[in-house]
């Protein structure tokens, strides 16, 4: 069975400090997808990121990067010089890889980083 | 290009009755998934269906119970409904076969009383 463990319940910061989010998962496969997606208010999970198994490199994206070790099975996510906008429920998720069971997310039990003026 | 729309926004029920939640894919998607989020929790996979089939399920009773109908649209019933099943009920849709991720539409609120 897969696990997806999100440590840091709640998360408070100040308008342009960086933060990180942290994500352990487990799972004996040894292909599979790791994501994240954010939850505002209105319910909607909007895709952030998507990374294979065999793909360790880093990402990043504008004020987003994405750091993923398999060697202690966390993939963490990190927002720099956050925004009152990015308040929001974060989630980090695994799925198995294949047709049938790409559609099939394991989610953590989400973050949820508020970011004050 | 209509996201995965989802309906009703809200709804209340009383405990003991039944529930249809109803969703319509993203627009050339075939592939309809449905998830419980309870408050302050991930969300949880229900199940899946595809061709009008059920093809996977999470562990759910059998009070839960869906359907595909053939223009990809698809129904999630809960029968004798308990206070536990209060939830965010999220449906995502994708098309077989590409390796698109999941869409997710903005969910139903189920209250039980």
């Known amino acids: 069975a897969q696990k997806v463990t999100q440590a840091q319940t709640e998360i408070s910061v100040v308008e342009k400090e960086d933060v990180t989010l942290d994500c352990v998962y487990e799972?004996?496969?040894?292909?599979?997808?790791l994501f994240w997606y954010k939850q505002p208010p209105s319910g909607e999970l909007v895709f952030l990121i998507r990374r294979n198994s065999f793909d360790e490199q880093n990402e990043i994206s504008g004020r987003y990067s994405w750091n993923f070790q398999k060697s202690t099975s966390s993939f963490n996510f990190t927002i720099t010089a956050s925004q009152v906008v990015d308040s929001a429920v974060y989630f980090c998720a695994l799925s198995l890889e294949g047709e049938t069971s790409g559609s099939r997310l394991t989610f953590g039990e989400g973050t949820q980083l508020t970011v004050n003026p | 290009d209509a996201g995965v729309t989802q309906s009703p926004t809200h709804l209340i029920k009383t405990r003991g009755q039944q529930v249809t939640l109803r969703c319509s894919p993203k627009?050339?998607?075939?592939?309809v998934s449905w998830y419980q989020q309870a408050l302050g929790q991930g969300p949880q996979f229900i199940f899946q269906y595809y061709e009008e089939e059920e093809r996977q399920r999470g562990n759910f009773p059998d009070r839960f119970s869906g359907h595909q109908f053939p223009n990809y649209s698809s129904e999630l019933n809960v029968n004798a409904l308990l206070l536990g099943d209060s939830a965010l009920y999220l449906c995502?849709?994708?098309?077989?076969?590409?390796?698109?991720?999941?869409?997710f539409g903005n969910g139903t609120w189920l209250t039980v009383t």
């Open positions: 995502a849709s994708s098309l077989e076969g590409d390796n698109s991720p999941l869409n």
């Open positions: 799972t004996r496969d040894t292909t599979y997808y």
């Open positions: 627009s050339g998607h075939d592939t």
